[in-house]
């Protein structure tokens, strides 16, 4: 029996199990009815608080041009709905789910049920997209994808040219070929060839192509670190072995890509850069130049290689006459002008800078420059300039004295059967019919005679028919206009490659170069006007853009050769001169620049050069210097080191010192340069300095101070920059943000205040950021205000979402209500490029309009607002933009038209003539 009780009992046990723990179950959702759906509240909440707390970090990473991680985008785009179309649904039937039957008599338990059901099921479905939503990062750099290549300004499109273009672009077309290179003299065009070939290669045969410039002194180091700038790829590690496999990995990510090494001078190590070729990579190829076959083929196993040669006659005139204008066809001009396109010898660069130097020029100028062309050079070779660098270097070259007599031997032959052939050919050196070209161009005929005359003399240096490019740069360096214009072309060539206007701007004021000017400003426009003319004589050529200026190979080398023969001027760039140990000529040295101190093995302890007025040391290791090596120049200055981690303390005795220069230094202490009270310029940014000491209150004649990128700088304490009452321009963008309250009585402040700026009458150039636009000032300093990047708000944007420069920026970052100062508004009348994050900022539907009360922007050229969620216009029709070039519109939802009538709002966009380049909505 008690079996038979144990079957019964165990029978009725699982058949519980079954049907009535289910039952619990379902009656469960119906008790906790309201208990589900505060919870579902409660993690709906939080799931709306992690989802802004992530479109914050995706805003901000969008703002500094990074891209968005997929698995984010995917999550944002999940959670939206999830809120929108699922929580919300349970949300708005709840009232439902409480709605009473039998005449409210008695609660519809069918319908909480399944409501309560619905609710548990969605809270569930939350909670898992909060755990998904824990994400690390949420961004990664944008890839640059190798350089943009615009078109090449100067190239010709010559037959010659064309048909070793045409053959490169074979070679690159071939599967077996990975190396390719390009040979031919100083100034013959290599570069630029090589500029246009990736021009036309990217993004149709290559999807990347990266270009480094590698020079006599090969710095494995640099070329990788421009190579990994241009795509994208930033280095964390020191060691260049540890670069090179990041590179080589970054390399192999790309499916086509194009690696042009420029101005090799010897074999460089392409496992040591980290440039994965043939069976490693054969997506990627390698186009070289140099002036030596022999580097290429031997050196670099280059499979294919082209010779450059120079331009014939035709090409030659051709060029000449695009570079010299049209007076070189009149009647009276072109007999002399044809004749001094053969006296030019041909290489490019000389064709550029000559006929750039005599563009408009009447005719006696022409005369005057044939005359000065046809001089003996003096140089004797010094830092042999244009053809005489190429042509001896190449001779230097030969593998044997037998080989170098027989060429010398051809020259005294002279112009006998193939003899005279080749050397009409190397007359055509474009270098020489660019400079002379450029100079005679719209002259008047007396001018081409004297130019052809002066270029028929013989030159004294055994090279027969004319000193080619080295007399012609020499000759429009002569015909300079002033003695100012010919320095700053040299402080130019000091600087180098790809050099900054505002160095260039900043050297002429510390050396009180230019007379009556007064002002920075002035001194700004002046070298700007310098260099367009000197650009525009082929002196100098364009860079990266017009903040930039670039210099030929070629001329670099006829300039310093200039520099240090008549002005004075020693740069150490590859080889220590004999100078160097004449203790009588470097005391006469007037300017010293050491881009590769390393060639130094070690300074004196005291320069006494009392005639010195500029220092530049570029910063290594392992020249250090001495304590006391500046005690004894007094006289200085310029002082220009950069990212030393120490200053001598003999910086002391510089009382003259005008400009002093310690961009990236590693030092914290700088008080000791409160001692130097007659500097005008100092340049402290990207140094590590966390406070700004009291003593600079005492450089009451500062009149430049860049504190730009010092992210450690903390602390400037109260009165400091109020005490500078002479300073026009203040540099600190990326840097000092820990501004004082106006109205902070002043014994309790331990920072600066931007009310201190009132004080600073001649202030007119502005760069800051400012966390409250309520610090703003409401007068007085902005009035003066001529260029200006003020960022309110604590995210500024990226640099490179900057699509082109403005002289005056505003940045701002609303969050309340829009209720702006007359300090503000002043900005906007002014402002150039208006950039507008409306985030958090609610009840703004027409931005313009709301934000500037109706008032004209007739300067604004680059508009960019985003993240307005009530927006629906920008503008209305009476408020006129006649400048207005770029326009961005992001995340503007609500957005129905640019315009909105003044009377009524228009519901189409009729697009204004006077702007639209661009428009991203």
Same mark, same amino acid.
């Given at each position: 029996m008690e079996f038979v009780i144990g079957i019964v009992s165990s029978i009725f046990t699982k058949a519980a199990e079954y049907t009535i723990s289910p039952i619990i179950n379902h009656v469960k959702y119906l008790s906790n009815h309201q208990q589900n759906v505060e919870t579902l509240k409660d993690k709906a909440e939080k799931l709306k608080d992690a989802r802004d707390r992530v479109q914050h970090s995706v805003d901000a990473a969008l703002r500094n041009g990074k891209e968005i991680e997929g698995d984010v985008d995917k999550w944002l785009s999940a959670v939206d709905r999830k809120i929108t179309e699922q929580v919300e649904k349970v949300m708005q039937d709840e009232e439902k789910a409480k709605k009473k039957c039998f005449i409210g008599l008695c609660p519809n338990f069918w319908t909480r049920y399944k409501h309560s059901l619905k609710a548990a099921a969605e809270a569930k479905a939350v909670a898992e997209l909060l755990e998904q939503g824990k994400f690390d990062e949420v961004s990664y750099p944008m890839p640059l994808q190798g350089i943009a290549v615009?078109?090449?300004?100067?190239?010709?499109?010559?037959?010659?040219?064309?048909?070793?273009?045409?053959?490169?672009?074979?070679?690159?077309?071939?599967?077996s070929v990975s190396v390719i290179g390009v040979h031919g003299m100083g100034g013959i065009g290599k570069t630029m060839l090589v500029k246009e070939i990736a021009r036309k290669v990217k993004g149709n045969l290559f999807d990347s192509v990266v270009i480094a410039t590698v020079t006599q002194t090969i710095d494995i180091e640099k070329i990788q670190n421009r190579i990994a700038e241009l795509l994208g790829l930033n280095f964390e590690e020191p060691s260049t072995d540890v670069k090179a496999l990041r590179l080589r990995e970054r390399l192999k990510k790309e499916k086509r890509v194009l690696v042009v090494l420029d101005d090799i001078w010897a074999k460089v190590d392409i496992e040591e850069v980290g440039i994965p070729l043939g069976d490693e990579h054969k997506g990627c190829k390698l186009l070289l130049t140099s002036r030596e076959l022999n580097v290429l083929s031997n050196g670099m196993d280059a499979q294919k290689c082209f010779a450059i040669g120079f331009l014939n006659e035709k090409e030659a005139w051709d060029l000449f006459k695009k570079k010299a204008g049209g007076c070189v066809e009149s009647c009276d001009s072109k007999p002399i002008a044809m004749e001094v396109a053969k006296k030019c010898a041909g290489l490019p660069i000389a064709i550029a800078t000559v006929a750039g130097a005599l563009r408009n020029k009447r005719l006696f100028e022409w005369k005057n420059a044939l005359r000065e062309l046809e001089r003996p050079s003096s140089s004797n070779f010094t830092g042999i300039a244009a053809a005489y660098s190429a042509i001896e270097w190449s001779f230097n070259y030969l593998e044997s004295e037998e080989v170098k007599l027989t060429f010398l031997l051809c020259c005294v032959i002279g112009h006998n059967g193939l003899v005279e052939k080749l050397m009409r050919y190397t007359v055509g050196l474009p270098i020489a019919i660019a400079t002379v070209a450029g100079a005679?161009?719209?002259?008047?005929?007396?001018?081409?005679?004297?130019?052809?005359?002066?270029?028929?003399?013989?030159?004294?240096?055994?090279?027969?028919?004319?000193?080619?490019?080295?007399?012609?740069?020499?000759?429009?360096?002569?015909?300079?206009?002033?003695?100012?214009?010919?320095?700053?072309?040299?402080?130019?060539?000091?600087?180098?490659?790809?050099?900054?206007?505002?160095?260039?701007?900043?050297?002429?004021?510390?050396?009180?170069l230019f007379g009556g000017v007064n002002t920075m400003e002035e001194a700004r426009n002046e070298v700007l006007t310098v260099v367009a003319n000197l650009k525009a004589s082929s002196l100098l050529l364009d860079s990266y853009d017009d903040e930039h200026f670039d210099i030929h190979d070629v001329v670099w080398d006829a300039a310093l050769a200039i520099a240090s023969r008549d002005y004075h001027m020693l740069v150490l760039r590859d080889h220590i001169p004999k100078e160097w140990s004449d203790k009588a000529k470097m005391n006469s040295l007037r300017v010293i620049s050491l881009p590769c101190p390393q060639i130094v093995a070690e300074l004196p302890k005291e320069m006494e050069y009392s005639g010195l007025s500029f220092f530049h040391m570029a910063h290594d290791d392992s020249v250090a210097i001495?304590?006391?090596?500046?005690?004894?120049?007094?006289?200085?200055?310029?002082?220009?080191?950069?990212?030393?981690?120490?200053?001598?303390?003999?910086?002391?005795?510089?009382?003259?010192?005008?400009?002093?220069?310690?961009?990236?230094?590693?030092?914290?202490?700088?008080?000791?340069?409160?001692?130097?009270?007659?500097? +005008?310029?100092?340049d402290l940014a990207f140094s590590r300095i966390k406070e700004l000491p009291k003593e600079i209150a005492q450089l009451t004649r500062l009149r430049l101070l860049d504190l730009s990128g010092c992210?450690?700088?903390?602390?400037?304490?109260?009165?400091?920059? $109020?005490?500078?009452?002479?300073?026009?321009?203040?540099?600190?963008?990326? $840097?000092?943000?820990?501004?004082?309250?106006?109205?902070?009585?002043?014994?309790?402040?331990?920072?600066?205040?931007?009310?201190?700026?009132?004080?600073? $009458?001649?202030?007119?150039?502005?760069?800051?950021?400012?966390?409250?636009?309520?610090?703003?000032?409401?007068?007085?300093?902005?009035?003066t205000l001529n260029r200006y990047r003020i960022i309110v708000g604590n995210h500024p944007r990226s640099k490179w979402l900057r699509r082109h420069e403005c002289?005056?920026?505003?940045?701002?970052?609303?969050?309340?209500?829009?209720?702006?100062?007359?300090?503000?508004?002043?900005?906007?009348?002014?402002? +150039?490029?208006?950039?507008?994050?409306?985030?958090?900022?609610?009840?703004?539907?027409?931005?313009?309009?709301?934000?500037?009360k109706g008032n004209d922007f007739p300067h604004l050229q680059s508009l960019h607002v985003q993240n307005?969620?009530?927006?629906?216009?920008?503008?209305?029709?009476?408020?006129?933009?006649?400048?207005?070039?770029?326009?961005?519109?992001?995340?503007?939802?609500?957005?129905?038209?640019?315009?909105?009538?003044?009377?009524?709002?228009?519901?189409?966009?009729?697009?204004?003539?006077?702007?639209?380049?661009?428009?991203?909505?």
């Amino acid at each position: 029996m008690e079996f038979v009780i144990g079957i019964v009992s165990s029978i009725f046990t699982k058949a519980a199990e079954y049907t009535i723990s289910p039952i619990i179950n379902h009656v469960k959702y119906l008790s906790n009815h309201q208990q589900n759906v505060e919870t579902l509240k409660d993690k709906a909440e939080k799931l709306k608080d992690a989802r802004d707390r992530v479109q914050h970090s995706v805003d901000a990473a969008l703002r500094n041009g990074k891209e968005i991680e997929g698995d984010v985008d995917k999550w944002l785009s999940a959670v939206d709905r999830k809120i929108t179309e699922q929580v919300e649904k349970v949300m708005q039937d709840e009232e439902k789910a409480k709605k009473k039957c039998f005449i409210g008599l008695c609660p519809n338990f069918w319908t909480r049920y399944k409501h309560s059901l619905k609710a548990a099921a969605e809270a569930k479905a939350v909670a898992e997209l909060l755990e998904q939503g824990k994400f690390d990062e949420v961004s990664y750099p944008m890839p640059l994808q190798g350089i943009a290549v615009p078109p090449v300004k100067g190239y010709e499109d010559f037959e010659s040219r064309t048909l070793v273009l045409n053959g490169i672009m074979e070679a690159l077309n071939d599967d077996s070929v990975s190396v390719i290179g390009v040979h031919g003299m100083g100034g013959i065009g290599k570069t630029m060839l090589v500029k246009e070939i990736a021009r036309k290669v990217k993004g149709n045969l290559f999807d990347s192509v990266v270009i480094a410039t590698v020079t006599q002194t090969i710095d494995i180091e640099k070329i990788q670190n421009r190579i990994a700038e241009l795509l994208g790829l930033n280095f964390e590690e020191p060691s260049t072995d540890v670069k090179a496999l990041r590179l080589r990995e970054r390399l192999k990510k790309e499916k086509r890509v194009l690696v042009v090494l420029d101005d090799i001078w010897a074999k460089v190590d392409i496992e040591e850069v980290g440039i994965p070729l043939g069976d490693e990579h054969k997506g990627c190829k390698l186009l070289l130049t140099s002036r030596e076959l022999n580097v290429l083929s031997n050196g670099m196993d280059a499979q294919k290689c082209f010779a450059i040669g120079f331009l014939n006659e035709k090409e030659a005139w051709d060029l000449f006459k695009k570079k010299a204008g049209g007076c070189v066809e009149s009647c009276d001009s072109k007999p002399i002008a044809m004749e001094v396109a053969k006296k030019c010898a041909g290489l490019p660069i000389a064709i550029a800078t000559v006929a750039g130097a005599l563009r408009n020029k009447r005719l006696f100028e022409w005369k005057n420059a044939l005359r000065e062309l046809e001089r003996p050079s003096s140089s004797n070779f010094t830092g042999i300039a244009a053809a005489y660098s190429a042509i001896e270097w190449s001779f230097n070259y030969l593998e044997s004295e037998e080989v170098k007599l027989t060429f010398l031997l051809c020259c005294v032959i002279g112009h006998n059967g193939l003899v005279e052939k080749l050397m009409r050919y190397t007359v055509g050196l474009p270098i020489a019919i660019a400079t002379v070209a450029g100079a005679l161009r719209n002259k008047r005929l007396f001018e081409w005679k004297n130019a052809l005359r002066e270029l028929e003399r013989p030159s004294s240096s055994n090279f027969t028919g004319i000193a080619a490019a080295y007399s012609a740069i020499e000759w429009s360096f002569n015909y300079l206009e002033s003695e100012e214009v010919k320095l700053t072309f040299l402080l130019c060539c000091v600087i180098g490659h790809n050099g900054l206007v505002e160095k260039l701007m900043r050297y002429t004021v510390g050396l009180g170069l230019f007379g009556g000017v007064n002002t920075m400003e002035e001194a700004r426009n002046e070298v700007l006007t310098v260099v367009a003319n000197l650009k525009a004589s082929s002196l100098l050529l364009d860079s990266y853009d017009d903040e930039h200026f670039d210099i030929h190979d070629v001329v670099w080398d006829a300039a310093l050769a200039i520099a240090s023969r008549d002005y004075h001027m020693l740069v150490l760039r590859d080889h220590i001169p004999k100078e160097w140990s004449d203790k009588a000529k470097m005391n006469s040295l007037r300017v010293i620049s050491l881009p590769c101190p390393q060639i130094v093995a070690e300074l004196p302890k005291e320069m006494e050069y009392s005639g010195l007025s500029f220092f530049h040391m570029a910063h290594d290791d392992s020249v250090a210097i001495p304590p006391h090596f500046f005690r004894r120049i007094e006289s200085l200055k310029i002082l220009d080191l950069r990212s030393y981690s120490y200053l001598p303390e003999s910086i002391n005795h510089l009382l003259d010192l005008r400009m002093l220069c310690l961009r990236g230094c590693l030092v914290e202490d700088i008080t000791i340069i409160g001692e130097l009270k007659n500097l +005008e310029i100092l340049d402290l940014a990207f140094s590590r300095i966390k406070e700004l000491p009291k003593e600079i209150a005492q450089l009451t004649r500062l009149r430049l101070l860049d504190l730009s990128g010092c992210r450690k700088l903390k602390i400037i304490p109260p009165n400091v920059l $109020s005490s500078l009452s002479k300073l026009e321009e203040l540099y600190m963008e990326g $840097s000092f943000a820990e501004w004082e309250n106006e109205g902070v009585v002043d014994n309790k402040r331990r920072n600066a205040s931007l009310d201190e700026l009132n004080n600073l $009458s001649r202030l007119t150039t502005l760069y800051v950021r400012i966390s409250d636009i309520q610090m703003i000032p409401k007068h007085r300093f902005i009035e003066t205000l001529n260029r200006y990047r003020i960022i309110v708000g604590n995210h500024p944007r990226s640099k490179w979402l900057r699509r082109h420069e403005c002289s005056r920026t505003l940045e701002l970052q609303l969050y309340t209500n829009i209720c702006l100062d007359n300090g503000v508004k002043m900005l906007l009348g002014k402002a +150039e490029d208006l950039y507008l994050d409306l985030e958090g900022l609610e009840g703004i539907k027409n931005v313009l309009a709301e934000l500037n009360k109706g008032n004209d922007f007739p300067h604004l050229q680059s508009l960019h607002v985003q993240n307005g969620m009530q927006v629906q216009y920008i503008t209305m029709n009476k408020i006129e933009f006649s400048e207005l070039r770029f326009i961005k519109l992001e995340r503007l939802p609500q957005l129905i038209s640019f315009c909105c009538q003044e009377e009524r709002c228009s519901t189409s966009f009729e697009p204004l003539p006077l702007f639209i380049y661009q428009v991203f909505v």
